[in-house]
């Protein structure tokens, strides 16, 4: 298998400290337009370019660093997907690199929505929960789905490399 799913990755409070963070009312959000969702998304850099892009960096990112240790981390950013912006349609399939690294998406809202894997051909829905974990090599195509229950879904999204 090319992927897994940690539930409960966080304690709570390290949970809820980031939750709160990246969907309070002052979380800058950024408008990206691009071909994996019609409509586009919104977008906050936290980590790109071998650079630190946002002062939440450290904030949102060392409690879940710890967990993944990563050797080096080629991106990281808040993600904020808008149902309305999908245009009830899902993502298109994709990786995010594909250089022997990992791709990993930390969902911090419950929704009915979330992202499909295709590992091997076989597809396979990820539900978004709160404080879930999925981590995947990075070769492995993924889509997200829009969430009919709820018109935004919170994420973080990390690229890296693990030790070996």
């Known amino acids: 298998m090319n992927y897994k799913v940690i539930k409960n990755f966080l304690d709570k409070d390290k949970f809820i400290k980031i939750k709160d963070i990246v969907t309070g009312e002052d979380f800058p959000w950024f ?86 894997v295709k590992d091997n051909n076989d597809i396979k829905f990820i539900k978004a929960e709160e404080n879930k974990l999925l981590v995947m090599k990075g070769h492995v195509l993924h889509r997200a789905l829009p969430s009919p229950d709820v018109e935004k879904r919170y994420i973080l999204n990390f690229n890296y490399f693990e030790r070996i």
């Not at 349609?89 to 994709?94: D, F, N, P, T």
Request: aromatic share 14%.
């Open 31 to 116: 408008y990206k337009s691009n071909n994996e969702v019609e409509g586009g998304y919104f977008s906050h850099a936290l980590f790109h370019n071998n650079d630190v892009n946002s002062t939440f960096n450290k904030i949102l990112t060392s409690d879940i660093y710890e967990v993944l240790n990563p050797v080096a981390v080629i991106g990281a950013r808040a993600n904020l997907l808008l149902s309305s912006l999908f245009c009830g349609r899902e993502s298109k399939w994709h990786t995010d690199y594909d250089n022997n690294n990992f791709t990993a998406i930390y969902y911090l809202n419950n929704t009915d929505g979330g992202t499909e």
